[in-house]
C-alpha cells in the first residue's frame, strides 16, 4: 500500500489486481510440490486452507491440481467441479481404474487451477483399502513427477479427512510434504503430538522423503489474548516451520464455499483473500530452502525405496 492509499482503496485495487491478472507471478519451483494438508482435528482449516491456498497460487500463474481426499467433499465443493454420484473421481484414481490426466477436471476460478475430486464412493473406500495391495501406496503410485511436469503442474494440495485412517497415509505416503493448519483457538494442540507421531511413523517405514515443511495458524482472532497465546505456543514449539502469515477468522471466508468459491473469487479484497495470498507466496517462496535440504527425486520413488 502507497503512503497515499487508504485500506479502503487499497483493498479495492487488490481485488482488482487479483481478478483480472495484474496479480504479480510467482516463480515456478523448480520441482512439482506435492503437499498434504492433514489434521485429524475436524474444522480446522484443512479444506479452507487448500482451496484458498490453490487458488492463489493458480492466479500467480501456477499449475495447481487439488485432490479431494475427503468424502465430505467440501474442496470439490469450493473449486466448483462436478462431484456428483458417477463423476469419475480421486476413489478411481485409489482404484487405479483411471491416471491423473484423465480425472482433473478444470476448476472455473482460474486458468491453470485443477481438481480431482472426491465423491460418495470415497466414503466406502478406507474398508475396501485394508484389503487391497499396495494399500498405503495407492496413490503414490499413480502421482508421478515426469507426469505432473508434462501437465504442467506445480504443486499437488491433497485435502484430508479428519481422521489418520488408510486416506491420510495413502496422501502422506504420496506427498513430500506435510502441511498442518492449526486453529488458533482452545485446545489447539490436542491431538497435535498423535499426529507427530503418525508422521513418524510414515518417514521410517513407509515414505522417508516425507517432511513437516509448513504450520499455518488459521482462524486467527486478533481481539482475544487466547489467539495471541495459541500463537506464541506453536511458534515456539514449531519455530521456522510456521509460516509468518496468520489466516485470521473472518465471516468471509467462511461463506465463500457456499457459493461454490474460494475467498479470492468471493471477495478479492478482503482481509482473508490478502492472508491466503501472502500466505501462497510464503510457501511458494520456502520451494528451494525445501530442494536443496531434500536434495532431488519425487516422494513417489521414496515410497518405492521404502517397500
Ligand atoms: N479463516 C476463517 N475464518 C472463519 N471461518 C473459517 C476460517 N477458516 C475456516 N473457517 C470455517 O470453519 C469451518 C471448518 O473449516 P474447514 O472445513 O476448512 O476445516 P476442515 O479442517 O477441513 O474440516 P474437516 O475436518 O471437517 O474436513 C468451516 O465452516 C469454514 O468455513
Ligand atoms: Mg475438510
Sequence with gaps: MSEDETPIFAAARQANEVLHGGAPA???????????????????????????????????????LVIDMDPQGNASTALGVDHREGTPSSYELLMWEHAVEDLMQSSPHAERLFCIPATIDLAGSEIELVGLEHREHRLAEVINSDDLVSLGIDYVLIDCPPSLGLLT?????????????????????????????????IQQHLNTSLEISTIMLTMYDGRTKLAEQVAGEVRTHFGDTVLRTVIPRSVKVSEAPGYGMTILQYDAGSRGALAYLDA??????????????????????????NR
Design 26 to 64: 510467482l516463480p515456478r519451483p523448480s520441482h512439482p510440490r506435492i503437499i498434504t494438508i492433514a489434521n485429524q482435528k475436524g474444522g480446522v482449516g484443512k479444506t479452507t486452507s487448500t482451496v484458498n491456498l490453490a487458488a492463489a497460487l493458480a492466479l500467480g500463474g501456477l499449475g495447481v
Design 169 to 201: 497415509v495413502n496422501a502422506m505416503v504420496a506427498a513430500s510434504e506435510v502441511l498442518i493448519p492449526i486453529q488458533c483457538e482452545y485446545y489447539a494442540l490436542e491431538g497435535v503430538g498423535q499426529l507427530l507421531r503418525n508422521v513418524e511413523l
Design 280 to 305: 501462497a507466496k510464503e510457501l511458494n517462496s520456502r520451494a528451494d530452502r525445501l530442494a536443496a535440504i531434500a536434495g532431488s527425486g519425487s516422494a513417489a520413488s521414496g515410497a518405492e525405496e
